[in-house]
């Protein structure tokens, strides 16, 4: 039996995080080191390292899951459209970044990352999280 990675811990709850969707199939929360205010991250459920080894089912449908996240940051942070990128070169469970940007500069994961307050972490989800709802 493998080691449940740390975002099957997050998913499950034994790690916290500031969830903003969650699904059958996906669970969608804001990464701790951010570059920008609303950076989140998609993951699907099932342990899969490499975001290409997911079946055509599920990338297609972590896609529109995608899809519904990114157009509720774009409500709730000033951008001019939310990025996507996929690295995984320090977390083996397969994910999206999604990251609201205005100039190129924005997706450079080199740059500093954010720090931010648990309060403003804690807003910046809530607000995500109505913006799904409405
Ligand atoms: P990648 O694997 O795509 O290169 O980077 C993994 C991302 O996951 C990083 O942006 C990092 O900040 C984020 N991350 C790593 N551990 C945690 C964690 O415990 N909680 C949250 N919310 N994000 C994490």
Known sequence: M???????????????SYKVAESE?????LDI??????????????EVDYYF???????????????DVAKAIEKVVECERVGVAVL????????????????????NFS??????SKSEFETIAENIQKELLK
């Open 53 to 67: 080894d997911l079946s055509n089912d599920t990338l297609s449908k972590m896609s529109v899951f995608c899809k």
């Open 111 to 116: 740059r500093p990352k954010l720090k931010l």
């Open 88 to 107: 995984g070169l320090e977390v083996p469970h397969a994910h999206v970044h999604l990251i609201p940007i205005t100039t190129l500069e924005d997706l």
């Open 25 to 29: 199939a996906f669970y969608a929360f």
């Open 2 to 16: 493998t080691m449940a990675s740390i975002f099957s811990k997050i998913i499950s709850g034994e790690i916290p």
């Open 33 to 46: 080191n951010p570059m920008a205010k609303g950076h989140t991250l998609v993951v699907p459920k099932e």
